[in-house]
Nanobody, 129 residues
């Protein structure tokens, strides 16, 4: 079982950028599919990006495509989510999670929340002027 800890500066202005990190311990991230999710108040948790074991062809939700980038630093056993051009409506709790079963072929597959075994505690991101 992996322990995942997210971190990142919590407040950013609309149009700004923010980098989130998810550090793992208790095992190697290189053995898992990694997903980033977010959950806004009163809304369901949604998948926004996922990365396969190979690191090839990450998947993104349409709402973040072209603005967000997921990548992994194996030496640091950490996965990152680089977020640009942030919008007020993207204020949410952001979570990383790992799965041994999700196949990164589409966001439909990446969004199978029940397939993720280990989750971080989440980090709150507020986009506001």
């Amino acid at each position: 079982q992996l322990q995942l800890v997210e971190s990142g500066v919590g407040l950013v202005q609309p149009g700004g950028f923010l980098n989130l990190s998810c550090a793992a311990s208790g095992g190697s991230l290189d053995r898992y599919t990694i997903g980033w999710f977010r959950q806004a108040p009163g809304k369901e948790r949604e998948g926004i990006a996922c990365l396969s074991i190979s690191g090839i062809s990450p998947q993104y939700a349409d709402s973040v495509k072209g603005r967000f980038t997921i990548f992994r630093d194996s030496a640091k056993n950490t996965v990152y989510l680089q977020m640009n051009s942030l919008k007020v409506e993207e204020t949410a709790g952001y979570y990383c999670a790992v799965s041994a079963t999700v196949s990164v072929v589409s966001m439909v597959k990446c969004n199978l929340i029940a397939e993720y075994s280990d989750w971080g505690q989440g980090t709150k991101v507020t986009v506001s002027s």
